[in-house]
């Protein structure tokens, strides 16, 4: 027979069929690409000098280790922990491919052509 499927349903068993994947810890050499959490806009942690030229310590290093980042492997756009964690557990959705609009450039724009003008006078 026919099975009704509501839209939340779909919503719900989307998510199932494919949960958000984690996002990646972004490694110092590479946390230069952004300064601030995509989403929120809250600002990352500095880059300590050292963590890039290969002249650092290690005692330097581990004493900041973590850059602050997260990325989205998919839209590669950098966030915090607290936009992971809400991310992950509370909208399952990622806020940097939400807002890229790249597949959906394409509207409607010939909506207009109705021929049904009434002309008074
Ligand atoms: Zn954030
Ligand atoms: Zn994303």
Redesign the pocket.
Known sequence: GLTLILSTHLARSYHHLFPLKNWVEVPWSQANRSKA?F??L?PFPEIPSGALNGTHTDVDIKASSESGRYACEVCGNH??V??DVMAHETVHNCPGCQSDTRGQAEIEQDHATNGDVMVIG
Do not use: E, I, N
Request: with cysteine.
């Open positions: 959490c989403a929120c809250s966030f915090c607290d936009c």
